[in-house]
Nanobody, 117 residues
Framework: LQLVESGGGLVQFGGFLRLSCSAF????????IGWFRQATGKEREGVSC????????YYADSVKGRFTISRDNAKNTVYLQMNSLKPEDTAVYYC???????????WGQGTQVTVSS
């Protein structure tokens, strides 16, 4: 199983980005996929997750209403649409194979998101 993140970058406060998590070696809808982030000097935290069974989605309180997770099975990709970005969203964002709320593995290499104030 291999996951590759992309789409990070530098954006201004209030801007938006869409992160992609592309799956290789397996159908992306076969497993739950979670997005996590780790800011410098802080512990990794869960951001969002999409289940494999019914497509249920979960969000951290800090991103609810601003971020949207989705999957495109034809492209074997899970997306994280991030709107109304804040400087505190600055971090390296990772995706990994679930289950949601459980232990994750097959971590990607991460993509840097920087939000300037």
């Amino acid at each position: 199983l291999q996951l590759v993140e992309s789409g990070g970058g530098l954006v201004q406060f209030g801007g938006f980005l869409r992160l992609s998590c592309s799956a290789f070696g397996f159908p992306s809808d076969y497993y739950a996929i979670g997005w996590f982030r780790q800011a410098t000097g802080k512990e990794r935290e869960g951001v969002s997750c999409i289940s494999s069974s019914d497509g249920s989605t979960y969000y951290a309180d800090s991103v609810k209403g601003r971020f949207t997770i989705s999957r495109d099975n034809a492209k074997n990709t899970v997306y994280l649409q991030m709107n109304s970005l804040k400087p505190e969203d600055t971090a390296v964002y990772y995706c990994a194979v679930g289950p949601c709320g459980g232990d994750f593995g097959s971590w990607g290499q991460g993509t840097q998101v920087t939000v300037s104030s």
